[in-house]
């Protein structure tokens, strides 16, 4: 009887750690195509800021790249090249009087090793200068920006930047 | 005893399941990793009708890949912003004047923006195309607004996305990202019908 049920207790706990497998199994695939593919670059913080109503304040704006990718960075090398731009739409309560990029790290594919391109990698921060009224402004600012592998390159892809900016 | 019996089996069977789920994870990782490095998966579009299309060319040219049958075909999607489509490039010329006696043409189809509503942006728009064009020294077609087309052919959500067609119009090979000439070669003589 006891060592029934003790056959019933690993049969539980191996059907757990089955499953458990299954799932971890599972979420590594999601996770992987989600990095590369769907979220290339994803805003940190802040997810809320405090500015004086109508004058202007500086807020660092953080982002992380997926590992194995780059993004050109603001002042890309080539013409063609798509920059990456931080903006904020009109009418949002907040304005954009202007934005500081970090400089470009110097960047060249294996494939090409006379090619220098000037990109971020791992996680940059945007200087943004705004100016907010008084109240309370759920902003939805845009990041846009081309990223790419050593051996291919994804779409240019504008995110949401959501902050709640707050004028007092 | 009888109890025990239905346990060992039991736990056998979930042994079974937990290796069967390990060989599909396994089986999944190795070929989500084989298509990262730009291997093709051939077994997936080998033998399929290529997805009909008719494009403008810079000039305003509407090209059609019916145009092509009876000749193999490398579909090239590539976009100006995109440096390993400007590392590829020159390979895909030397490779489409090395081949092009036996039946073999290239259409290079980019997938720059095109603001079809704005003359002057839509002007902008082609002439940054054409600089690319010029600059490569690209002898073949190049067609524009492929994103138009893209969905038959997998969303192109990586550039540069290749896919190979035969003389009968079929896919024989596709490629994303870039890999090396010497691969692009071998899938051109497969769509030659060159072993």
Same mark, same amino acid.
């Given at each position: ?18 499953? #458990? ?44 790249? !997926? ?11 080539? =013409? ?9 739409? =009109? ?7 202007? #934005? ?27 200087? #943004?200068?705004?100016? !907010?009224? !008084? ?13 790419? =592998? ?19 | ?17 937990? +290796? ?27 033998? &399929?009708?290529?997805? +009909? ?25 590539? +976009? ?45 728009? &082609? ?58 070669? +071998? &899938? ?8």
């Amino acid at each position: 009887m006891i060592a029934a049920k003790k056959g019933i207790r690993m049969t539980v706990a191996l059907a757990l750690i089955s499953a #458990a497998a299954l799932a971890q199994g599972q979420r590594s695939l999601a996770d992987r195509s989600g990095r590369s593919a769907s979220k290339p670059v994803e805003y940190l913080y802040p997810e809320q800021v405090t500015l004086p109503a109508g004058k202007p304040g500086m807020v660092g704006l953080h982002f992380r790249i !997926a590992p194995g990718l780059h993004i050109n960075s603001h002042t890309p090398r080539e =013409e063609e090249l798509i920059p990456t731009t931080f903006s904020i739409p =009109e009418g949002s309560g907040v304005r954009l009087e202007g #934005a500081s990029y970090p400089p470009g790290a110097e960047f060249t594919l294996p494939l090409e090793p006379k090619t220098k391109l000037s990109v971020y990698t791992g996680e940059f921060v945007v200087q #943004a200068r705004m100016v !907010a009224t !008084a109240g309370n402004h759920l902003v939805e600012a845009r990041l846009r920006y081309q990223a790419c =592998e050593n051996n291919s390159c994804m779409p240019p892809k504008t995110i949401t930047v959501a902050i709640d900016v707050i004028g007092k | 005893m009888k109890r025990n019996a239905v346990v060992f089996t039991a736990v056998l069977l979930i042994l079974a399941f937990v +290796a069967w789920a390990g060989w599909v994870n396994f089986k999944a990782r190795f070929k989500s990793s084989s298509q990262a490095a730009g291997q093709p998966s051939a077994s997936a579009v080998q033998g &399929k009708p290529a997805p +009909a299309f008719t494009l403008e060319d810079l000039s305003g040219k509407k090209v059609s890949l019916a145009d092509y049958r009876g000749k193999a075909v490398l579909i090239n999607f590539w +976009a100006t912003w995109c440096t390993p489509c400007a590392i590829e490039t020159p390979w895909l010329v030397e490779l489409r004047n090395q081949y092009a006696a036996q039946g073999f043409e290239v259409l290079g189809i980019s997938v720059d923006d095109i603001d079809r509503g704005d003359p002057v942006k839509l002007k902008e728009e &082609k002439q940054g195309i054409a600089r690319f064009v010029r600059k490569m020294q690209m002898p073949y077609p190049v067609l524009i607004d492929g994103d138009s087309i893209g969905q038959p052919y997998g969303g192109l959500d990586v550039l540069p996305s290749s896919f190979f067609v035969d003389r009968n119009g079929n896919l024989v090979a596709e490629q994303m990202g870039v890999t090396s000439k010497e691969d692009i070669e +071998a &899938k051109i003589k497969r769509a030659l019908g060159e072993r």
